[in-house]
């Protein structure tokens, strides 16, 4: 247990620390005004990331665990299957939404209707974000931490 704590530890101070290093990369190269833009713009795809998921990686997880501890696979299966699909449905609305309201989120929060292209493409990672949320669900309720690390790697480079 004291391994597998550490080793996520390990991996989100080392994502969060690649993060960091991002940011001041492109400060540096952008100029300060750029990065608050990115900012506020990655704030809103955080907003829709939210909406999206719905909760789906508490509810793999919560529904795995439960499946495991009684030793049915099959039941597992089920809740994974489940969990994908409401989480594929959730995001796409989400996503939907998120499209359909960029130029109006583009102009009157973000300011710059220059904005709205990387709005856009958040609106299209919706459902990718949201799978990994439920392979993370997964991942963390049967214990195979290796993974679930790998599977936040995918997610957090765009895989």
């Given at each position: 247990?004291?391994?597998?704590?550490l080793?996520l530890?390990?991996?989100?101070?080392a994502?969060?620390?690649?993060?960091?290093v991002?940011?001041?990369?492109?400060s540096?190269?952008m100029?300060?005004?750029?990065?608050?833009?990115?900012?506020?713009i990655?704030?809103?795809?955080?907003?829709?990331?939210t909406l999206?998921s719905?909760?789906?990686?508490?509810?793999?997880m919560?529904?795995?665990?439960?499946?495991f501890?009684r030793?049915?696979?099959?039941?597992?299966?089920r809740a994974?299957?489940?969990?994908?699909?409401?989480?594929l449905?959730?995001?796409?609305?989400?996503g939907?939404?998120?499209?359909l309201l960029t130029p109006w989120?583009?102009?009157?929060?973000v300011?710059?209707?220059?904005?709205?292209?990387?709005?856009?493409?958040?609106?299209?990672t919706?459902?990718g974000?949201?799978?990994c949320g439920v392979m993370?669900?997964?991942?963390?309720?049967?214990?195979?931490?290796?993974?679930?690390v790998?599977?936040?790697?995918?997610?957090r480079?765009?895989f």
């Amino acid at each position: 247990m004291v391994r597998d704590a550490l080793l996520l530890t390990a991996a989100n101070l080392a994502l969060r620390a690649m993060s960091t290093v991002f940011q001041v990369f492109l400060s540096n190269r952008m100029g300060a005004g750029t990065v608050g833009l990115l900012q506020l713009i990655t704030s809103l795809g955080a907003l829709a990331g939210t909406l999206a998921s719905s909760g789906v990686r508490v509810a793999a997880m919560v529904l795995c665990a439960a499946e495991f501890g009684r030793d049915r696979l099959h039941g597992v299966t089920r809740a994974v299957t489940c969990c994908l699909w409401y989480g594929l449905g959730a995001s796409v609305l989400a996503g939907l939404l998120l499209w359909l309201l960029t130029p109006w989120l583009a102009v009157h929060w973000v300011k710059d209707p220059a904005g709205a292209l990387s709005l856009r493409a958040f609106a299209l990672t919706l459902p990718g974000m949201t799978l990994c949320g439920v392979m993370s669900g997964y991942f963390t309720a049967c214990g195979r931490l290796r993974q679930l690390v790998r599977v936040e790697l995918l997610e957090r480079f765009g895989f």
